[in-house]
């Protein structure tokens, strides 16, 4: 393991003794996490070969070719227990409701969880409140209220709470949504997102308008120009980030279970679109391990690839089992449908062993193959597991009940992967390297200084690694136009900085494709990107079917996680 990777999970995932002193090692942490969930297969066959499991769960989390969502990895076999990262809450237009909202996102949080929240039941802010004769203060105002207790909670021991505010566009409190997060100092503990109807997008594109709807009375408020809202969800984008848009009819065309309604919200990052009180646990694949020697080089080894999707749904199906939930009616529809989030890390240096460039056609063409080869592995190994187990209780009244039995409602996403890339030493999720030389912001502003491992290997293979390379690419992390680095190598380390936003976007979209979730993916941009070049990129990835959008403009924010290393 890395410096980095044993220093973060000392800090954060490591049991600890009464006195604070360390009570386990990260071999110890991969085989408690192992058995615990390996033991679920027992629920369903007492003969099961536990041991078996186990070892196979152990190897693939100690070899670092896939990893489970932190609180897998933090609370498998110890006293929390509970394995999900991610929940979905409902926000009903009662105070009751909105407060019962905030003790129960609490309990989540407490335990390791993300949540997310939709506003878009809550009537507007002036409107009448009948049983106090007041006025209704609005979605913004209560949004505010779960910021300020979600600072005042620690998730577990070490991670700081995270959320998901989504207001559809719709609504007569959108125009001071948008704006909510270009105050620097507001809502540190949410990412914003605007849901956006297929409606409203069309009428973007023909300049037309459409109508606020009041929630509360289901009649029309009042009515805008598509085009104006529009630019000003880009404007704020562009200023500070937020809001994101994820496209409400294209999640909800793939809700598995339309039966139990509609899907109004996903989990922090974006990837995990749910019902009300579901919960799911996602793992990931270290892609930059499924690399074998070929007759010409370097190859995808698509038997491991194979192998390892199969053990990582087992995984993941059995964790449903072994956790424990924060509330009952969490647990009753996360087991009713089971769902599962099977995704990637290490694309990028996937890329780089490879001797493809992410910003190519390429690198596109191998991530659809990629994600549809996980994707059909997945359903095989879910289908197994349904013949063994049963399928999701929910089954008979999902999308797929003419079709063969399946464990799962959900098998795929794509997650950020920030921490678990740093323990596999990986680049995160789907995301080209952010520089060759960078500090990462972690564990309460403790910084982290990461050199990409790939390039210095290369470099010393190849012959021109060199002190002087190291302190050039350490104060400007970047190696475009070194004299020192070849120039066939040059493009296989191009920076997020340095990929133009429409490749990335169409890696976003390879992905989606085949990707039964969704994929969380930051769209980088330049510090000089305009802010109508952040609406091509938003309008772009509706056209191309994704089902979110998040861009981030470099420097936009006063700090950001990733930065290049200071000068000394």
């Known amino acids: 393991m890395s410096p980095n990777a044993l220093r973060v999970l000392e800090r954060r995932y490591l049991k600890r003794r009464a006195d604070g002193s360390l009570a386990e090692t990260p071999e110890e942490m991969f085989r408690r996490v192992a058995v615990n969930v390996a033991a679920a297969d027992r629920l369903y066959n007492p003969q099961a070969d536990g041991e078996g499991t186990a070892r196979r769960f152990y190897e693939l989390m100690a070899g670092l070719t896939f990893l489970p969502n932190s609180p897998a990895l933090m609370n498998a076999g110890r006293e929390l227990q509970q394995l999900h990262a991610c929940f979905v809450l409902p926000v009903e237009d009662s105070l009751e409701s909105i407060f019962e909202a905030i003790k129960e996102s609490a309990l989540i949080q407490q335990s390791g969880g993300g949540t997310g929240f939709s506003f878009s039941r809550l009537r507007p802010k002036g409107s009448p409140v009948k049983t106090t004769s007041g006025i209704a203060s609005g979605p913004v105002s209560f949004l505010k209220v779960f910021d300020a207790a979600t600072q005042a909670i620690k ?30 100092q507001a809502m540190t503990n949410f990412n914003l997102s605007v849901a956006a109807t297929d409606p409203f997008m069309e009428a973007v594109e ?35 980030g937020d809001p994101g848009m994820i496209f409400l009819d294209r999640i909800n065309q793939a809700n598995p279970t339309p039966d139990l309604g509609p899907m109004e919200s996903t989990n922090p990052c974006g990837e995990l679109p749910l019902l009300s009180y579901e919960a799911c646990v996602l793992g990931s694949i270290n892609l930059s391990q499924m690399v074998k020697d070929g007759p010409s080089g370097p190859e995808v080894d698509w038997a491991r690839l194979e192998e390892v999707v199969g053990e990582a749904a087992h995984f993941l199906d059995n964790a449903i089992d072994a956790s424990h939930y924060p509330l009952a009616s969490i647990e009753a529809i996360t087991k009713a449908n089971r769902k599962i989030g099977l995704g990637v890390m290490g694309l990028a240096h996937l890329f780089i062993r490879l001797g493809i460039r992410y910003d190519s056609e390429e690198a596109i063409e191998l991530a659809r193959e990629l994600m549809s080869r996980i994707q059909k592995g997945a359903l095989e190994a879910s289908q197994r597991l349904a013949k063994e187990r049963g399928a999701f209780p929910n089954f008979d009244r999902s999308i797929y009940r003419q079709g063969p039995p399946r464990r799962n409602a959900t098998l795929t996403t794509v997650a950020p992967t920030g921490t678990l890339s740093i323990i596999a030493n990986t680049s995160s999720g789907i995301e080209p390297i952010f520089a060759v030389s960078y500090v990462r912001q972690v564990l309460e502003g403790e910084e982290l200084l990461e050199m990409d491992p790939w390039f210095e290997r290369i470099a010393r293979s190849r012959g021109f690694w060199s002190e002087a390379l190291l302190k050039r690419v350490s104060a400007g992390g970047t190696v475009r136009g070194d004299r020192d680095v070849p120039a066939e190598v040059q493009p296989l380390f191009a920076t997020a900085q340095e990929i133009s936003p429409l490749w990335h976007l169409k890696m976003q979209a390879a992905f989606q494709r085949f990707t039964e979730n969704a994929i969380s993916k930051t769209i980088n941009m330049p510090a000089e990107t305009t802010p109508e070049q952040v609406e091509e990129i938003y309008l772009e990835a509706w056209r191309l079917r994704c089902k979110g959008i998040t861009i981030y403009r470099n420097k936009s924010r006063p700090s950001q996680v990733l930065n290049l290393r200071r000068e000394e």
């Open 155 to 184: 998730q577990g021991s070490f991670r700081r709470g995270a959320n998901m505010g989504i207001l559809r566009v719709d609504h007569p409190d959108i125009l001071e949504f948008i704006r909510l997060k270009e105050d620097p």
């Open 206 to 240: 023909r300049d037309g308008e459409y109508d606020l709807v009041d929630p509360s009375t289901r009649r029309p408020a009042a009515r805008l120009k598509a085009r104006e809202v529009f630019k000003r969800i880009c404007r704020s984008a562009w200023a500070c």
